[in-house]
T-cell receptor, first 111, second 112 residues
């Protein structure tokens, strides 16, 4: 099992560009999450999904959109990237909210 | 202000020493989790504490959940360089049991 994988590993964007981060899990988990991690801030929840076809806002959802068309995939979109979105993005999945398995992260730099 | 406050923010000790890190909140949590994160990787779950006053042991790591379920501590006995990493506590606030919140973490360095 690959667990939780994230694509891409690293990306540089210019302000205003758009991109999609892909998260895939092969553990048949219902719950999936997108976080961002910034120095001194810990991880902050952007959006989450409790099952295929469902999404909900987390603590810091503004500027991001998500989709969960297939159970194994959770996509995070940035429609118009801003320098404030420079961060490390982590995806996680789990059978319940208390037990989350994290991917290796995507480093995003917005210039 | 963060829902979960962790202290200390940084901790550097020598191999063999004992240490305790703390996770505090003014809110009551149904459970708290502890994760460890190494550079360039995602966090890895260490333990979940559920019952007030609960103590869980994982080899040299001892986790305790406060009686009022507002705080937790992690004690490491005889720390080793392999314990180096960022220790994060996490939990869902009482108003949304899917909205996971993390503390900012304690960055531990254990020197040989």
């Amino acid at each position: 099992n690959a667990g939780v994988t994230q694509t891409p590993k690293f990306r540089v964007l210019k302000t205003g560009q758009s991109m999609t981060l892909l998260c895939a899990q092969d553990m048949n988990h219902e719950y999936m999450y997108w976080y961002r991690q910034d120095p001194g801030m810990g991880l902050r929840l952007i959006h989450y999904s409790v099952g295929e076809g469902t999404t909900a806002k987390g603590e810091v959802p503004d500027g991001y959109n998500v989709s969960r068309l297939k159970k194994q995939n959770f996509l995070l979109g940035l429609e118009s990237a801003a320098p404030s979105q420079t961060s490390v993005y982590f995806c996680a999945s789990g059978e319940q909210v208390e037990t989350q398995y994290f991917g290796p992260g995507t480093r995003l730099l917005v210039l | 202000t963060q829902l979960l406050e962790q202290s200390p923010q940084f901790l550097s000790i020598q191999e063999g020493e004992n240490l305790t890190v703390y996770c505090n909140s003014s809110s009551v949590f149904s459970s708290l989790q502890w994760y460890r994160q190494e550079p360039g990787e995602g966090p890895v779950l260490l333990v979940t504490v559920v019952t007030g006053g609960e103590v869980k042991k994982l080899k040299r790591l001892t986790f305790q959940f406060g009686d009022a379920r507002k705080d937790s501590s992690l004690h490491i006995t005889a720390a080793q360089p392999g314990d180096t990493g960022l220790y994060l506590c996490a939990g869902c606030p009482p108003y949304n049991n899917n909205d996971m919140r993390f503390g900012a973490g304690t960055r531990l360095t254990v020197k040989p």
